[in-house]
């Protein structure tokens, strides 16, 4: 019965969302209050529906309820209960459940705290929100219904992919969805911006909170599934430059460079016709992704679903809604008209110049994605696009973006002086370069790739302390007390930035210094990997919950000297038919051992992968620190009071 209800309730907000976005979007135009008062109420109950729908399916799965087609093949009654919550969204239906709860979330969310918004461009917003909306409500209803019955549930269930059962694949779609349908909301006010004709600061203050807080989402959630990659796959590495890993990664880059586009329309009134674009194309990048995920048109270990029909759909949606913004944005190109000057040195331009960066890097990662399809349709030809052309390609604009940042972060609006913004950050320059040389005295090889990161992650970290510091005034006693007076937003910029440059730290110390080592060991011998002394103790078979385990067990130690117990597994999971790899990891500070268990050989030893991986965590903490950033800077007053909506004075009335 909780079943069919939670089905209803899904129809019934599809009906709610067609009404949302027809009359307030009518109301708006004829200037009828009551007609644009039909979005508020309308947002919260198709959020109410839809999450009485998602509740249904939970319970479906907690209850092991196996007369519902997607419980049986994404569930198992041994299964623990984390995984039985988190197989919701372990797959197509109902992750696309997920996805438009999410989306109705924020529509109910820029009802609720939208009341600063003028009328006219609120109803438009929610309009538009809710338009895309009943696109993928149909979406589920006609081709991915989460909520089939089988005629003869079977007893038991078929488990879920075991590469999901795990903590951070549990939590991993939620944030990314978070992230992907957030940029929804930029995308609502940009075409609503455009209908209106007002794109101005204050439209630019409206956008950055929601564009920021979907950002931030992104972030977790890529950070959080390069962590699942590096120690659950096996493989020993963070990023693969998989199709589905690009899909989260461009929508990234472009809210990145919206909120940076969108300071300045907000300060200075100008980019506006590129920040709408921006808007437009953030939201458009995850809808591209989630046809990579859903159509199988490109083959990834990470992809829902097979389905050329879902695809056509997904295709349609993304044509209707980008194709309908970019004729709307050609249309309304007069209202953008920018009002802000500047000069070839200032913030603005330091602020173009990172968008072009950003911009350039996404539209690199989607040739590389894209490239493959693109040539087996016109050239026949099957080709794959790998790791190497991406560094190869992408790397030198992050390089850039990493040397202009603190220089570009410090210049004054308007018109600026590189030497006079430069000159406190030269100390931090030579101690960067410094680093960078002392790194290429000390590395065994000569590779680059080490120093430069070094020198950039240095470059960047210090260059935004020292940005904090410049803003503290002239030099005194209480510079320090007035530092930490300083705006939300100011120690956002500076720990999202220092952020950047530690995972960009880590990532080129792990790949210019990581050391590598894959031999047979037998129990009891011992070996040694960068200085460390690993022994193979023992191997024994064990029992988990839903699945049976090779287990070793392996003693690190230094010098002589004990310093952890590793328990390298490699799983079979019977239900599902399918083994895994967990990897055992000893992680500090400074460095991981990396441990992985084989098969068993002929001569009774057993197959070992071990690696030494330097400052492996700074590229988890570096993302870490960005999204801190990003909810510090979401945290100042001056993003939770539009610019220009200030409530009217009540006007005295004389007594008679």
């Avoid at 729908?53 to 087609?69: K, Q």
């Avoid at 907000?266 to 992704?289: N, V």
């Avoid at 084989?598 to 620190?625: E, H, S």
């Amino acid at each position: 019965m909780i079943t069919e209800l939670g089905h209803f309730a899904l129809i019934l907000a599809f009906l709610v969302a067609c009404v949302q976005a027809v009359v307030p979007l009518i109301g708006a135009h004829k200037r009828w209050p009551g007609w644009m008062a039909v979005a508020e109420p309308a947002a919260t109950a198709q959020f109410l529906l839809t999450a009485f729908s998602f509740g249904a399916l939970t319970h479906a799965f907690v209850t092991s309820d196996f007369s519902l087609r997607l419980v049986v093949l994404n569930s198992h009654s041994l299964k623990p209960m984390l995984y039985k919550v988190s197989g919701v969204w372990g797959n197509h239906e109902g992750s696309m459940l997920l996805w438009v709860l999410i989306l109705t979330l924020f529509g109910a969310m820029a009802a609720w705290f939208g009341g600063n918004l003028p009328p006219s461009l609120r109803a438009r917003v929610l309009a538009v929100q809710s338009a895309i909306s009943v696109a993928f409500f149909a979406f589920i209803l006609f081709t991915s219904n989460p909520f089939l019955r089988l005629a003869v549930p079977p007893f038991d269930g078929e488990d879920l992919n075991p590469l999901l059962q795990d903590p951070g694949l549990a939590f991993h779609p939620p944030f990314l969805y978070l992230g992907y349908v957030g940029l929804s909301m930029a995308f609502s006010f940009a075409v609503a911006a455009l209908i209106e004709g007002r794109v101005d600061a204050a439209w630019a203050r409206w956008v950055r909170p929601w564009t920021l807080a979907a950002w931030v989402f992104l972030t977790i959630g890529i950070g959080l599934g390069s962590w699942w990659a590096y120690y659950e796959l096996g493989w020993g590495g963070f990023w693969f430059w998989d199709p589905v890993e690009n899909a989260s990664f461009m929508p990234w880059l472009i809210a990145a460079a919206l909120l940076h586009s969108a300071i300045v329309v907000e300060k200075r009134e100008a980019l506006k016709s590129w920040t709408i674009l921006l808007a437009i194309m953030a939201f458009g990048f995850s809808l591209i992704g989630t046809f990579i995920v859903r159509s199988g048109v490109i083959t990834s270990v990470h992809a829902f679903a097979n389905d050329p029909e879902r695809g056509v759909f997904i295709l349609m949606i993304l044509a209707v809604f980008m194709g309908g913004a970019l004729i709307l944005y050609a249309a309304r190109a007069s209202v953008m008209e920018a009002k802000g000057v500047f000069g070839l040195v200032s913030r603005e331009s330091a602020l173009v110049l990172n968008n072009i960066l950003l911009a350039v890097s996404a539209f690199v990662v989607f040739i590389g994605t894209i490239w493959p399809l693109v040539a087996e349709i016109a050239f026949d030809r099957k080709l794959s696009v790998g790791a190497p052309f991406f560094n190869m390609a992408f790397t030198p604009f992050m390089v850039l973006l990493g040397l202009v940042l603190p220089v570009g972060a410090m210049m004054p609006w308007k018109r600026g002086s590189i030497a006079r913004t430069a000159k406190p950050l030269i100390p931090v320059f030579v101690l960067a370069l410094a680093l960078a040389g002392l790194a290429w005295a000390m590395q065994s090889g000569r590779s680059l790739l080490g120093p430069v990161g070094l020198f950039l992650g240095s470059w960047l970290v210090f260059g935004a302390a020292v940005d904090l510091w410049s803003r503290t005034g002239r030099a005194g006693a209480g510079r320090l007390r007035r530092m930490t007076r300083l705006p939300r937003a100011d120690w956002g910029k500076a720990v999202a930035h220092g952020g950047l440059g530690i995972t960009m730290l880590g990532i080129a110390s792990m790949m210019a210094w990581e050391a590598e080592d894959i031999r047979v060991v037998q129990l009891g011998e011992s070996y040694e990997v960068s200085g460390y002394t690993l022994v193979l103790d023992q191997v024994a078979q064990v029992e988990g919950p839903n699945y049976f385990a090779t287990r070793g067990t392996v003693s690190l130690s230094k010098d002589g000297r004990p310093i952890a117990k590793l328990f390298p597994e490699k799983r079979n999971y019977p239900v599902a038919r399918m083994p895994t790899t967990e990897a055992a990891i000893d992680g500090r500070f400074l460095r991981d051992i990396y441990v992985v268990i084989g098969d068993p050989q002929a001569d009774g030893g057993w197959a070992v992968r071990t690696y030494f991986k330097p400052l492996a965590n700074w590229i988890w903490g570096g993302a870490i620190l960005m999204a801190l950033g990003g909810a510090l800077s979401l945290s100042d007053r001056r993003y939770r009071v539009a610019a220009g909506a200030r409530k009217a004075k009540v006007a005295g009335v004389p007594a008679e």
